[in-house]
Each structure stands twice: as structure tokens, then as C-alpha cells.
T-cell receptor, first 114, second 111 residues
Framework: DTEVTQTPKHLVMGMTNKKSLKCEQHMGHRAMYWYKQKAKKPPELMFVYSYEKLSINESVPSRFSPECPNSSLLNLHLHALQPEDSALYLC?????????????FGPGTRLTVL | RKEVEQDPGPFNVPEGATVAFNCTYSNSASQSFFWYRQDCRKEPKLLMSVYSSGNEDGRFTAQLNRASQYISLLIRDSKLSDSATYLCVVNGHNQGGKLIFGQGTELSVKP
């Protein structure tokens, strides 16, 4: 079973709101990822967690704050977002964060910032 | 030069056609290679990993030429359900799992 789940499916928030996106996998994967995807563009990596530790931050603004409470869960906390942050946010996981590991994506959260 | 480049597309083909997607990558140290497909407003889904020996899965054949840094995907006898965007993806060497995506090639299969 290569399932990654994400909640919520859709989220609309104002620029002053605080919200969180959640991602879960039960495949025993030790690497988890957050990507952002705008329409007609490929996904862009935001963060990588390896063994529950942040290993890559692709210079993401601090209004996005990732958290990995345990090996199965990954959160993305959102605060003071801008309308240009509206996008599809994808979570992915892989066995490890090595260069030969296949990443499996969740269905994404479609975020709209008003 | 982009790290991963694909045919710009879109490709519009009739059912039953054979379609070829091409992709080149710039980092010769890249370790692994994939084709993902992405349906409209859905997540990318792994279609195939790509190996130097080539691999086939039903109507789909993927090839890798490391010397030319070139990856291909061939779809034979295309179906309406093959309509999607096809993403060429490369996993770099010692990049902590960072995937490098091509821009994607949109395929539309018409009756």
C-alpha cells in the first residue's frame, strides 16, 4: 500500500489566519516532504524531513513552518500568508531520503488565500 | 540551461497512436530517474522508474541513455485515459532526496 493521506482537501483562509495542513503515511517511510505546486507548473520542493529531523529548507519564508511530530506525521503550519501563496500543497514520503528512493505523493491540499 | 528539460507539448493524438516523450538532464551525477503522470488537479503518480537496461510495463516503455543524459517514454496504442501531464523526474546525487522535475508535457488523446 503506497498511500499518503492529506487533510484538509481544500482550505480557504484570510491573510491574518493561522491554519495547519496535515500529512500521514503508514508505510514505515523515514523521509517526508512538502512541495508547493502552482497551476501548469511542476512541484517545487519546500522542506525535507529525514528521521523526523529537518534536513532541507529550500529558503521557504517563515510564514510556513513545518513540524514532524513522529515518523508517520508531517504538519505544515501557516500564518500570515499572502494571496500568491495560493497553490496545491503536496506531501510525499519515501523509504529514505537517498538518491535512489521513490517518492509517493499524497492527494494534496488546495489552498486559497484571500 | 534547465536541469531537466522536456518536450514543451502539448501533444494531441488520436486513440491508438504511439507517442514518444523526450527528456534531457544536465547533472551527469544524477542517480535515479522516473516518469510520473499527473491528471488535472490531482497529485503526481509514479508511472515508471527508468533504468539503463530499459524497462517495459504493458504499453509503456522507458529508456535511459546515461552517455547522452537522455530519458524517453514511449506509449503504444494510446487510450483516452492516457490523457494527462507526463513529468520527467531526476533524483540527484547526494541531494538529500531532492527531486528535479521537468516542466511536464501535456498529452491529450482524442477519440
Amino acid at each position: 500500500d503506497t498511500e499518503v493521506t492529506q487533510t484538509p482537501k481544500h482550505l480557504v483562509m484570510g491573510m491574518t489566519n493561522k491554519k495547519s495542513l496535515k500529512c500521514e503515511q503508514h508505510m514505515g517511510h523515514r523521509a517526508m516532504y512538502w512541495y508547493k505546486q502552482k497551476a501548469k507548473k511542476p512541484p517545487e520542493l519546500m522542506f525535507v524531513y529525514s528521521y523526523e529531523k529537518l534536513s532541507i529548507n529550500e529558503s521557504v519564508p517563515s510564514r510556513f513552518s513545518p513540524e514532524c511530530p513522529n515518523s508517520s506525521l508531517l504538519n505544515l503550519h501557516l500564518h500570515a500568508l499572502q494571496p500568491e501563496d495560493s497553490a496545491l500543497y503536496l506531501c510525499a514520503s519515501s523509504h529514505f531520503s537517498g538518491s535512489t528512493d521513490t517518492q509517493y505523493f499524497g492527494p494534496g491540499t488546495r489552498l486559497t488565500v484571500l | 540551461r534547465k536541469e531537466v528539460e522536456q518536450d514543451p507539448g502539448p501533444f494531441n493524438v488520436p486513440e491508438g497512436a504511439t507517442v514518444a516523450f523526450n527528456c534531457t538532464y544536465s547533472n551527469s551525477a544524477s542517480q535515479s530517474f522516473f516518469w510520473y503522470r499527473q491528471d488535472c488537479r490531482k497529485e503526481p503518480k509514479l508511472l515508471m522508474s527508468v533504468y539503463s537496461s530499459g524497462n517495459e510495463d504493458g504499453r509503456f516503455t522507458a529508456q535511459l541513455n546515461r552517455a547522452s543524459q537522455y530519458i524517453s517514454l514511449l506509449i503504444r496504442d494510446s487510450k483516452l485515459s492516457d490523457s494527462a501531464t507526463y513529468l520527467c523526474v531526476v533524483n540527484g546525487h547526494n541531494q538529500g532526496g531532492k527531486l528535479i522535475f521537468g516542466q511536464g508535457t501535456e498529452l491529450s488523446v482524442k477519440p
